[in-house]
C-alpha cells in the first residue's frame, strides 16, 4: 500500500532538508515550519536530550523564548515533555492540558497556558533524542492523522537531528582542546617568563609573577604577549654576547 500523499509531500522536504548542509538550529527551525503545517498549530517547542544531565533542554520555539532556549530543562519524566521522552509515547490532551496530572507549567512558557497539547518524541535509531511539543491557544481535537503526520516527522527527521547533534559535540570537544592546547602554551611562556624575570634581577618566583601580572594590568596587554617579549629579549640578548654570532 502507498503511503498518503499527505506523508509524500512531507518526505519530499524532509528530504531537501537532509540533503542541505543546515546548522541544527536552522534544522530545528525547520522541524518547527513542518510541525507548523501538520497541525495549523498556535505554538510548537522542541526539546532535545542532552545525554550528559538525562535532561530535556528547550532548543527551539515558534513564539520566541530567546531566555529560555538552552537553558529551559526538564529530567526524564518530568512535566508531560519529560513523561513522553521517558516512555516513548505520544501524550494528546485535547482541552484543559495543564489539568492532566503529567503537565508541570512554566511562567517562561506562555505555551503553557493555551488550552490543547501534543507531545511527540524525536525518534533516531530507536531511541528518543528529544520532543516535539505542539499547543493549540483553544480546545482543539488531534485527529488520527494530525498525530500520524507529526509522529511522522518526529521518525524522520530524528536521523538528522542525532547526526547534526554529534557534530555539534565533536566540534565542541575540538574547541575544549584546543583551549586547553592555548592554556597550556600560555602557562609554558609564563613560566618561563617568569623565570627569566627571577634569574635576570634576584627575584622569588611569587615576586617575578607578581611583577609579569602587574606589568599586564598596567600596559592592558596579556601576560602570554609580555611572556613572549621577555623571551625574546632574552633570546636577543644572549645571541649578542655570543662571540660567535
Excluded at 609579569?212 to 621577555?230: F, H, Q, T, V
Aim: one cysteine or more; charged letters at 25%; a negative charge.
Amino acid at each position: 500500500m502507498e503511503p498518503p500523499s499527505s506523508h509524500v509531500a512531507l518526505l519530499h522536504r524532509i528530504s531537501s532538508i537532509v540533503s542541505s548542509e543546515l546548522s541544527l538550529d536552522e534544522m530545528l527551525g525547520e522541524i518547527v515550519g513542518l510541525t507548523a503545517q501538520v497541525t495549523e498549530c498556535d505554538a510548537c517547542l522542541v526539546y532535545l536530550l542532552e545525554a550528559d544531565s538525562d535532561e530535556v533542554v528547550l532548543r527551539a520555539s515558534q513564539v520566541p523564548h530567546a531566555a529560555a532556549l538552552g537553558n529551559l530543562r526538564m529530567k526524564m519524566g518530568e512535566g508531560v515533555t519529560g513523561w513522553v521522552a521517558e516512555h516513548k509515547s505520544v501524550v494528546a490532551l485535547s482541552s484543559k492540558a495543564a489539568a492532566d496530572a503529567r503537565f508541570k507549567r512554566f511562567p517562561a512558557l506562555i505555551e503553557d497556558t493555551y488550552e490543547a497539547f501534543l507531545s511527540v518524541p524525536l525518534v533516531s535509531g530507536g531511541d528518543v533524542i528529544g520532543v516535539i511539543n505542539v499547543h493549540h491557544r483553544q480546545a482543539h481535537r488531534h485527529t488520527s492523522e494530525e498525530i500520524a503526520l507529526l509522529t511522522f516527522v518526529g521518525e524522520q527527521m530524528g536521523g538528522v537531528i542525532s547526526k547534526s547533534l554529534l557534530t555539534e559535540a565533536n566540534a565542541r570537544l575540538l574547541e575544549e582542546t584546543q583551549e586547553m592546547k592555548r592554556q597550556l602554551e600560555t602557562r609554558k611562556l609564563v613560566e618561563r617568563g617568569k623565570g627569566i624575570l627571577q634569574q635576570r634581577y634576584g627575584l622569588s618566583e611569587e615576586e617575578a609573577y607578581l611583577r609579569l601580572r602587574n606589568e599586564s594590568r598596567r600596559l592592558r596587554r596579556p601576560m602570554k604577549d609580555l611572556a613572549e617579549a621577555i623571551i625574546l629579549a632574552e633570546d636577543l640578548s644572549r645571541k649578542s654576547d655570543d662571540p660567535r654570532v
